[in-house]
Nanobody, 121 residues
Framework: QVQLVESGGGLVQAGGSLRLSCAAS????????MGWFRQAPGKEREFVAA????????HYADSVKGRFTISRDNAKNSVYLQMNSLKPEDTAVFYC??????????????WGQGTQVTVSS
């Protein structure tokens, strides 16, 4: 029983930056590994980034490595995705997700409603 709410999406020009936030409630946040996924129109949902329970380990998709940074603040029950050097192909609905077992690459148990990110050229 975890509720996730994303925020911070919007319209940005290519090369710009956005910071997404995800607020969690309903369960002890520090028990959860957290991830970000995205889904572009007409495409399958894809993995973007994940972070371990304590924040010591992170994992990124090759397409965003070096441009995006995932972080978390367990005191605020929140996870963030800092996105720099954005490209039009980053345009998608971004979803926050939680893994109850603390697994970064396993099946995720809970999902937010998503926030739209649009990058113009």
């Amino acid at each position: 029983q975890v509720q996730l709410v994303e925020s911070g999406g919007g319209l940005v020009q290519a090369g710009g930056s956005l910071r997404l936030s995800c607020a969690a409630s309903g369960r002890t946040f520090s028990f959860l590994a957290m991830g970000w996924f995205r889904q572009a129109p007409g495409k399958e949902r894809e993995f973007v980034a994940a972070i371990s329970r304590g924040g010591g380990n992170t994992h990124y998709a090759d397409s965003v490595k070096g441009r995006f940074t995932i972080s978390r603040d367990n005191a605020k029950n929140s996870v963030y995705l800092q996105m720099n050097s954005l490209k039009p192909e980053d345009t998608a609905v971004f979803y926050c997700a939680a893994n109850l077992r603390g697994q970064l690459v396993g099946q995720y148990d809970y999902w937010g409603q998503g926030t739209q990110v649009t990058v113009s050229s």
